[in-house]
């Protein structure tokens, strides 16, 4: 071997043992150090953290009151729906000193002694005997908190059953009119309350003229067993005659008639605005004052006006339009009523009043005119 290469290892084998050497008194030396870190923490008092106390708002808790009375004093609590045969008894009974009910009106037109409602020292108890198909419907209590003056409802304290009392020759709550008129709004849902005895009768929707069935979707009609046919959203061609009809084990009956009369109705007072031609007007000089109201379409507005000139009978005119209008990319409606005052006087300086009404409300608007002296010959 050459000793130059010889030379050469030495120098290397030389230089790692120096840098291992010295790897290790850093490693030692850092160990230290973060010993030290260590102890210095362990010795650091913590901060104490402000404890802060959660106050969660306590929800009355609702309790049912209400149980069903059975056979040889046995009690247990109603469910939501309870099926009874026409002809048994229904005995329910609330709890609580001071009971009130709801229950279907039909009862509060019985004289034969069949419904009553009894109230005790601790309970109240609500008897229906010797049921029919017309008894059917919503039976509900809840506990009154009375002082010496007034009772208040406690919703704390509450029971509610729906009941229906299956009747194999009736299959819809019999009802005292053959025609029931009911209004098809636009502004909220149209209920027809094809009410049934028995909740497992098949129930479908029908228009007398012309002969069709109208399919319920489950979203512009949907059918509820205790509510009847709902319609959510009021179109022109539901308007007419409807009737139900119900099946059940083969036998197949029909409801009283629905007169649906379609009537555009608003969602809110109407929204007025109003504006003088001009807000300074010299005497002699005609002005109008325009009242505008934006909304609904085919909705009726009345206008009324106060002005300064009203009391001392200062005639003026009114002109109203009605026209559609496109605001916002849709159409809508725009009424107008213009009050008109011819050759301005000093008494015609004031507050000028505009109310629009429709069926939901009213709303009023105002503006000021100030009359400024005449500019025209022989006028100071």
């Known amino acids: 071997m050459r000793p ?6 030495v120098c290397l084998s030389v230089f790692l043992l120096e840098f291992a050497e010295c790897q290790k008194d850093a490693t030692t030396k850092s160990k230290k150090q973060n010993a030290g870190r260590n102890v210095k923490l362990t010795n650091k008092k913590p901060k104490s953290k402000p404890k802060v106390k959660k106050v969660v708002a306590k929800k009355l808790a609702r309790v049912s009151v209400m149980t069903q009375l059975l056979e040889q004093g046995r009690f247990r609590k109603p469910s939501n729906t309870l099926v009874i045969a026409a002809g048994e008894n229904l ?27 009894n109230h005790r020292e601790r309970f109240s108890q609500l008897t229906v005997a010797n049921s029919t198909g017309a008894d059917t419907g919503e039976y509900s209590c809840w506990a009154l908190d009375c002082d010496a003056e007034t009772c208040r409802r406690d919703d704390s304290k509450t029971g509610s059953t729906y009941v229906f009392f299956t009747d194999p020759r009736e299959l819809f709550v019999p009802a005292n009119d053959y025609y029931m008129a009911i209004q098809l709004r636009t502004d909220r849902p149209t209920r027809l309350p094809c009410q049934v005895t028995n909740p497992l009768a098949k129930v479908s929707l029908h228009r007398e003229y012309p002969p069709e069935l109208i399919p319920a979707d489950g979203k512009l009609i949907t059918f509820d067993v205790k509510k009847g046919f709902v319609i959510h959203k009021a179109l022109p061609l539901f308007g007419g005659t409807l009737y139900c009809v119900a099946s059940y084990q083969g036998l197949r009956q029909s409801s009283i008639k629905y007169l649906l009369i379609f009537t555009y109705y608003p969602s809110a007072p109407p929204a007025a605005t109003i504006k003088a031609s001009s807000s300074s007007v010299h005497a002699g000089v005609n002005f109008n004052v325009t009242c505008t109201v934006l909304g609904e379409t085919n909705i009726e507005v009345d206008f009324t006006w106060e002005f300064p000139g009203q009391q001392l009978g200062r005639p003026t005119y009114t002109m109203e339009s009605q026209q559609s209008v496109y605001a916002g990319g849709r159409a809508v409606q725009s009424s107008q009523s213009v009050l008109l005052v011819d050759e301005a006087r000093p008494v015609d300086e004031g507050l000028y009043t505009c109310t629009a009404q429709n069926q939901q409300g009213a709303t009023s608007v105002s503006t000021r005119v100030n009359i400024l002296p005449g500019t025209g010959p022989g006028r100071e």
């Not at 130059?4 to 290892?9: E, I, Y």
Request: with cysteine.
């Open 91 to 117: 005995l329910l009974r609330c709890k609580g000193k001071h009971i009130s009910w709801a229950y279907p009106s039909y009862l509060d037109e019985e004289n034969d002694g069949r419904f009553s409602i």
């Open 4 to 9: 130059g290469l010889v030379f050469a290892l």
